[in-house]
Structures are given as C-alpha cells and as structure tokens.
C-alpha cells in the first residue's frame, strides 16, 4: 500500500488552489481580491450586439408604519402594581392585581406567580439598590428606590 496519495480530480486540484489564494488574500488584507483573481469577468448576455441594460426607475418611499402598542411584560407591570401600592405584596397577590387592573394577563401558563417571583429575585440580586423592588420578608416585596 502506498503512502501518498494521488489527487481525486483536477477539480479538487482548482478547489484547493483558489482556497490557498483566497487564504493568501486575506492575510495581504485583501479581501475578495482571490476570487476576482480567479474567476474570469462573464460575457454579456445576447451575444456580440446585447443591448445595455437601463436601470430602473427608483421606488417611491413607503408610508412609515404605524407602531403597535408595546406589550407590557409581567415584571413591568409588576412594578406599576408595587409602586401603586403601599402596602407589601406577595407574587401571587401582584399577578391578582395585574389582571384586574388589565396590564397583564398569563399567556396561559400554569404558574405565573413563581415566574414573576423568580424574575423579582433576579432583578434584585442584578441590579441591587437601584432595583424596582425590594425584598420586605420572605416572599414579600415592597417598591424598590429604581421603581
């Protein structure tokens, strides 16, 4: 058995010589500059007399479209709800008071409470001091000073 191998095809031979030069390219800071190296310019299309192409008329600009009301997350309006109140409340009594109020309903989740309590930790422990909440007792929160 012999130990060096032949090359495949003379394709595999032109596939690795453009690589070397789109490599060799790059490190000359050149970019693109190996591919147009190694590809010919293509000939117009129709022949000899191909007439020139004209180009197109510009579009007119679209009409901005109008922004659509921004959902307001659980953790937002939990803290419109805190703020709002001024007694200490639990997660369970904050997802109570955003749906009556109407800023926030589940999107069907079956316990949204441990979601929002998760997402108030998180938030304390991130941004500390400046939070929008703060921790009163265990499992109760009132308004932080970033509320």
Known sequence: MSTKSKSATPIADKARKAALAAIEARIAGTPNGARAAATPPR????????????????????????????????????????????????????????????????????????????????????KGDKARFKKHDRGVFVAGKGA
């Not at 180009?55 to 997350?73: C, T």
């Open 43 to 126: 000939k117009a299309k129709g022949g000899k007399g191909a007439k020139a192409k004209t180009p197109k008329a510009a579009k007119p600009a679209k009409a901005p479209k109008e922004k659509k009301a921004k959902k307001v997350s659980c953790l937002d309006a939990a803290a419109q709800v805190i703020a709002a109140s001024k007694v200490p409340m639990r997660a369970t009594e904050m997802i109570a008071e955003m749906e009556k109020k109407g800023l926030w309903k589940t999107p069907g989740g079956k316990t949204p409470e441990a979601t929002l309590y998760a997402a108030v930790i998180r938030e304390i422990s991130a």
